[in-house]
Every structure is written in structure tokens, then in C-alpha cells.
């Protein structure tokens, strides 16, 4: 079983659609992530959980939005896709705020966003 | 694919002590990444190596990539308080636009 599993994988859509990436964790985690990675393959945190409540948003546009239906569930829709907005997502999930009482972190494999 | 391994998953360290992660990866790396995650932070960014032999300070850290870019070790002198957290290594499988791959984090606690 993928203990963190996002769909889709790659996803090629055109400038101005509206798309979201899933992700499911099956660990009972309380903490999930989404990630950028940028162009240099460096990871820059978006948005953070923690029990269906945002506890981290960085400034990105507002066009991105995460969803929790629950806490096994962390969606990312983006609105209105342009092409900067290529890259790869990361979805990640921890039992606590990493650091805190929780362990390590499990990344799911990635999205890869193109938009033409 | 690649995968990668890290050791220890979980180390408590008194102040003061010195202390190695490691990370291994079943292929050679392009590049390996290491970042710390910080209690309601997300992942900070350490360090890259890229060439076999490499390595690299910041501070306290140092962090090696041995000459077959197969294993990497990020050692923490005189660790402090300030140093725990969550470390994560992460791997460029290819170089090209390849996504990363990750280890599963080491748990770090320094106790005063």
C-alpha cells in the first residue's frame, strides 16, 4: 500500500484551466504538506494542515487552494493556470507538526504540472 | 527506481555532542539535497553536493557526498537545542527535470 499517494502524476493542461492534484494518506496522520518544486529542485513549502486546519500558508498567488475534507485528505486546486505554474508537487504527511511529538515525514511521489 | 535510506530514523543527543545522519541511496546520485524541518516550519533548505567528494559547511553542519555519490552524511558538531528537528535528504535521480526522491527523515532531539 502507497502511504502517500497523489493523483494525477503528470498532468498537461492549457493556460487559463482549472485543475487540482489529490492527495490521500493512509498512516492516520494528523499533518499534510504541499510542496513546489521550483527549477532548481528546490522544495518550497505552500500550504500546511495539521487536523483539517491550515496552520501554514506561505505567500503564493491566491489562484492556489488547498482543500481538506478530512484529514487523510489534502487536495491543491489551482485556478486560472498559467505557465509559471509548471512545476512539481509534493504532498507530504507527518503524525504531528514535524518536530513536535510526531516522526518523520513521508512524501507522496509527485505531480508533475505542465501547462502549455 | 531510486530509493532512499536514512539512519538513524530517530536520535536523541545530549548538548554538546557531535552526531552523523546518513543517507543512502540504492543508485548513484545526480545531486542530493538536505533540508531540516522545524517544529510548524516546512522543509528549510541545508545544503546541496553534487560531485562525488564533495563537501560542504554551513555553521555546524558539514555535510559529505562520498566518491561513488551513492551515500551522504550530514554531521552536527557541538549539536544544540537549535538543531532539532526533522532532517530530510533528497535526491536528483538524473539530473534532467526529474522529480526528487526522499528518505524518510531522521528525528533529532537535543536535550539541554
Known amino acids: 500500500d502507497t502511504a502517500v499517494s497523489q493523483t494525477p502524476k503528470y498532468l498537461v493542461t492549457q493556460m487559463g484551466n482549472d485543475k487540482s492534484i489529490k492527495c490521500e494518506q493512509n498512516l492516520g496522520h494528523d499533518t499534510m504538506y504541499w510542496y513546489k518544486q521550483d527549477s532548481k529542485k528546490f522544495l518550497k513549502i505552500m500550504f500546511s494542515?495539521?487536523?483539517?486546519?491550515?496552520?501554514i500558508n506561505e505567500t503564493v498567488p491566491n489562484r492556489f487552494s488547498p482543500k481538506s475534507p478530512d484529514k487523510a485528505h489534502l487536495n491543491l486546486h489551482i485556478n486560472s493556470l498559467e505557465l509559471g505554474d509548471s512545476a512539481v508537487y509534493f504532498c507530504a504527511s507527518s503524525q504531528d507538526v514535524a518536530g513536535g511529538s510526531g516522526n518523520t515525514i513521508y512524501f507522496g511521489e509527485g505531480s508533475w504540472l505542465t501547462v502549455v | 527506481s531510486q530509493e532512499l535510506e536514512q539512519s538513524p530514523q530517530s536520535l536523541i543527543v545530549q548538548e554538546g555532542k557531535n552526531l552523523t545522519i546518513n543517507c543512502t541511496s540504492s543508485k548513484t546520485l545526480y545531486g542530493l539535497y538536505w533540508y531540516k524541518q522545524k517544529y510548524g516550519e516546512g522543509l528549510i533548505f541545508l545544503m546541496m553536493l553534487q560531485k562525488g567528494g564533495e563537501e560542504k559547511s554551513h555553521e555546524k553542519i558539514t555535510a559529505k557526498l562520498d566518491e561513488k555519490k551513492q551515500q551522504s552524511s550530514l554531521h552536527i558538531t557541538a549539536s544544540q537545542p537549535s538543531h532539532a528537528g526533522i532532517y530530510l535528504c533528497g535526491a536528483d535521480p538524473q539530473g534532467g527535470s526529474e522529480k526528487l526522491v526522499f528518505g524518510k527523515g531522521t528525528k533529532l532531539t537535543v536535550n539541554p
Open positions: 494542515y495539521n487536523n483539517k486546519e491550515l496552520i
